[in-house]
């Protein structure tokens, strides 16, 4: 039964005592977030600052002379890359001179550039030989250059390999299978162990002599596959360093796609199954689709933690051999700190920062635009 009371509106909130739930809220909003704020000032923003003041200098660790500025001549030094063209020495007679390997003959690079002086400073970053001439490419640093390649090279590996491997691993665990807390703790345990630890350990697993990778390869070929020098040789360094850090990692990214797998509604394969959808079918249809979201931010995640490689170069390399695994980080490290160059060092941070930030903001726009 009705009564008169339930006629009676409710009285309406009064705009000051909206006005001051919206501030409360926002106070605490502010409040709750203020230490990751804080941190982000004090770790990012700060250090970013201090770089980029200390790029426009000369400081050194340790050294007796008063730090100067320098304006642009840092990222003159990094930047700089210029190209020399040649043509092969010829004789009286006009023929081309061959060398002992019998191949065109041409004046040597550093007369040169010795001899220019728009060219003080270079050095042979890489060669293009034609017939009877060739294209010199110089830069003032050319271990930049080949450091942000072979990054970008681990990036172009070490993305899809990492993220169809926790792709992978996440399907599986979720299909619930008896074990499936033990294979979820075996997946994810190479992420919480250190970098450093594991980089060692595969440093002897990839021995050329006594490692047990070229032991296994050896006897499931029948010793057709012979002892490969996966640290010492240029061709097989970076592919050992992917696989270790894809094999590392991927427990991490595991644990977020099997966040995304569960939450894609489970109506959505019993309607799939329904209309005759197979497995791939529902993966195709079902399962890609609804980890978009994830996927993206597993991709981006992957991508700046990819251009961020230091330790297991470090460890495992040094950057070798023949610089085939100096990356951009370990070069700004070696710059900076060993040879106290921290002018220098900060440029490399600097210019290196807005490479990430750039490709960070175009892989996002790509996305977004992909999803309208």
Known sequence: MMTDSDFIPSPPVRKTERDSLMRRQRFYGW???SPAFMGLVLFIFIPFVMAIILSFTDQRLLSPNPTQGVGLRNYDR?????????????????KVMLDDKGEPKFERLRNILRKDPDLKGYNELTTFNFSESRTVLVAKDPIFIKSFLNTLYFAILVIPLQCGAALLLALLVNMGV?????????????????MVVVSIVWTF????????????????????IDKINWLGDPHWSMPAIVIMSAWQGAGYQML???AGLQNIPED???????DGA?????????????????????IISTTIAAFGLFTQVDVMTSGGPADSTTTVMYHAVRKGFREQDIGYGATISVVYFLVILAIALGQKYYFDKREK
Do not use: C
């Open 31 to 33: 409040l709750m977030g």
């Open 256 to 258: 977020i796609f099997l």
């Open 178 to 194: 008896k074990g499936t807390n033990f294979f979820r703790t075996a997946y994810f345990a190479p992420v919480v162990t250190s």
């Open 268 to 274: 959505l394969y019993e309607a799939a199954s329904l």
């Open 278 to 298: 197979n497995s791939w079918q529902k993966f195709l249809n079902v399962t890609l689709p609804g980890l978009r979201n994830t996927t993206i931010f597993v």
């Open 78 to 94: 990094l930047l700089s890359v210029s190209w020399v063209s040649q043509d092969a020495v010829r004789d009286a007679d006009g």
């Open 205 to 224: 697993l990839y021995h050329k002599d006594i490692g047990l990778i070229n032991e296994f390869l050896n006897n499931v070929s029948f010793g057709l």
